[in-house]
Each structure stands twice: as structure tokens, then as C-alpha cells.
């Protein structure tokens, strides 16, 4: 990608105010006048703090209990209107805050609350609030990304496919999975990452049939297939990119395996339309076939 279209770094200014009013309108099907949550990543994208025990979202107003060790980037980091509580008993300081609010029947995130953790709750509230199972509504309001959000994965996706730039600078007989997986990482972070996004995968010979496979101490030999997975975080954005290469040349049947794959993928692509199941990419990508 050319520096001219390197996309400059998002500000912080998403529209919260949007994503709140958003997981409102998800609740009045529930008819509940609170949701208590709990994921990380939706806590996140809701209040800015990245590292709570909850948030509690009512139709009057948004409040967020961090974890000891976060509370002062909490401070610094929830978004305009919310109150960030101090700190005490996780689930004593719930029950106070919805009866604040005046909230009887409270959502909770079903995918996201453990047993254990629903058990403590259960305590904590004793009896004053009951809990209403509700089902990715904040996940729906994810859905649609603003404009802020849209520059970040920009960013991490140029992030990710300038790093990937130099892995068949990278890739040389007698290097370790382990240590071009490293070096790979040690790139995304100097163009500006805040991390990678996953673990870095860089398989070789026969473990680059592994799709999720951990890079080890196997070296890299001539005559090889290699299988690079990788890619960029960027302020709680991720971008993803998976890649292959022959070390040095292929044969001719590792290039009729990589054609096969390469017109399985292009007919997937081809398949992806709005208002289709998303099986249908799956289903074309199988089908295809050689001429």
C-alpha cells in the first residue's frame, strides 16, 4: 500500500450518546428499564473503560464499577456521561445503584455471566432485582459501525498489510516458527499497533495444514509451504490477514493445491452480497471448480 494512502490515526470521538440510545431501543422488546453489562468488549464500547466488573445502563442514566487496579484510568477514560463509582463489594454496590435508579427488573447478559458469576449476583442483589436473561443487544448495536470506528480498522488493517510486507523478507531455511513469528510482532508494534491482534501464526512444511496451529521451534526449510496468520489491535480494533508462501519456488502441485484455494476464495468473495445467508459464500467456495 502506498504511504499516500496510509490512513491517519482515529480520535476517541465516538459517538456514545448513539451507542447508549441504540442498546435502549434493544431493550424495550424486554420491556426492562436497565441492563447490567458484563462482557468486556461491550463495556468498552460503551463507557470507554476497558477494565470494569460491570456497567449499568438505565433510561436515566449510566454508571460503572472499575477494578481496583483500573479505577484511575476509568477516571480518565469513561465517556461523557457516566458516573465511575469507587471502588467496594462488586455486587452490594449494584444493589445500591439499581435501587437509585429505581430499577426492579434488570437485563443481564446471558452469553457473558458465568454460573459462578450469576451466582454472586443472585446474592448480591438479594431479592430486591430481578434478572431478565436478554440476548446480544449490545452485540446488534455493534453492528453498525460509525465513522470513528471505520478509520480504526483502516488503520489496523494498513497496520497489518505493511507488516506482512516483510515476511518474505522474513522467511529463510533455518529460521524458527517461533522466532519469524516474533519478528513479525516486533513489526506490527513499530508501525504503530498497540499489540497484535491474536496470537501470530507462522507454520511451515506440513503445520501450515493447521489453521490455528502455535508457532515452535521447528525451523523453516527450502521447499516448504508457509502459513502466516496475523494482525493489528488498534485501540480495541482488529484486523486479520492469512497468507502463504513456498520457500523458495513451488512445484507444480503445490501451485495446483494454492490455485484450488485461491478459486475457492474468490467465489466466496463473489457470493457475499447483503440480504444473503451467510452460508451461501461457504457453499459457492466449496463448489468451485478448475476449468
Known amino acids: 500500500m502506498r504511504a499516500s494512502l496510509r490512513p491517519r490515526r ?32 461491550n463495556l468498552r464500547y460503551l463507557s470507554g473503560v476497558a477494565d470494569a466488573a460491570w456497567g449499568l445502563v438505565t433510561s436515566g442514566g449510566c454508571s460503572v464499577l472499575p477494578f481496583g487496579l483500573g479505577a484511575e484510568a476509568a477516571r480518565r477514560d469513561a465517556a461523557p456521561g457516566w458516573r465511575v463509582l469507587g ?16 430499577v426492579r427488573r434488570l437485563g443481564i447478559e446471558a452469553g457473558a455471566l458465568t454460573l459462578d458469576r450469576h451466582d454472586r449476583l443472585r446474592t448480591g442483589l438479594q431479592g430486591d432485582v430481578m434478572m431478565i436473561p436478554t440476548r446480544e443487544v449490545v452485540e ?6 460509525d465513522a470513528a470506528v471505520l478509520r480504526l480498522l483502516a488503520r489496523a488493517s494498513w497496520i497489518a498489510a505493511e507488516a506482512g510486507r516483510q515476511i518474505p523478507f522474513l522467511l529463510r531455511a533455518g529460521l524458527t516458527e517461533r522466532a519469524v513469528a516474533a519478528e513479525l ?14 496470537e ?17 521451534d521447528r525451523p523453516f526449510r527450502a521447499g516448504d509451504l508457509c502459513l502466516a496468520d496475523w494482525g493489528a489491535a488498534v485501540d480495541g480494533y482488529h484486523s486479520d490477514c492469512t497468507r502463504v508462501w513456498c520457500l523458495p519456488r ?13 478459486r475457492a476464495y474468490r467465489a466466496g468473495g463473489r457470493a457475499v452480497r447483503g440480504g444473503r445467508l451467510r452460508a451461501a459464500a461457504d457453499t459457492a467456495a466449496r463448489a468451485a471448480r478448475g476449468p
Open 185 to 198: 510482532d516486533r513489526e506490527i508494534r513499530a508501525l504503530g499497533a498497540d499489540c497484535p491482534a491474536f
Open 140 to 145: 446488534k448495536a455493534r453492528e453498525r459501525k
Open 87 to 102: 471502588l467496594g463489594d462488586a455486587w452490594q454496590a449494584l444493589r445500591r445503584e439499581a435501587a437509585r435508579a429505581g
Open 10 to 41: 482515529a480520535d476517541a470521538n465516538f459517538d456514545y450518546a448513539r451507542r447508549l440510545a441504540a442498546v435502549r431501543a434493544g431493550l424495550r422488546p424486554y420491556r426492562l428499564p436497565g441492563l447490567l453489562v458484563t462482557s468486556p468488549l
Open 200 to 216: 501470530t501464526i507462522e507454520l511451515g512444511g506440513s503445520r501450515s495444514a493447521l489453521p490455528h496451529g502455535r508457532p515452535g
Open 250 to 262: 513451488e512445484t507444480a502441485r503445490q501451485r495446483r493445491a494454492y490455485t484450488a484455494v485461491l
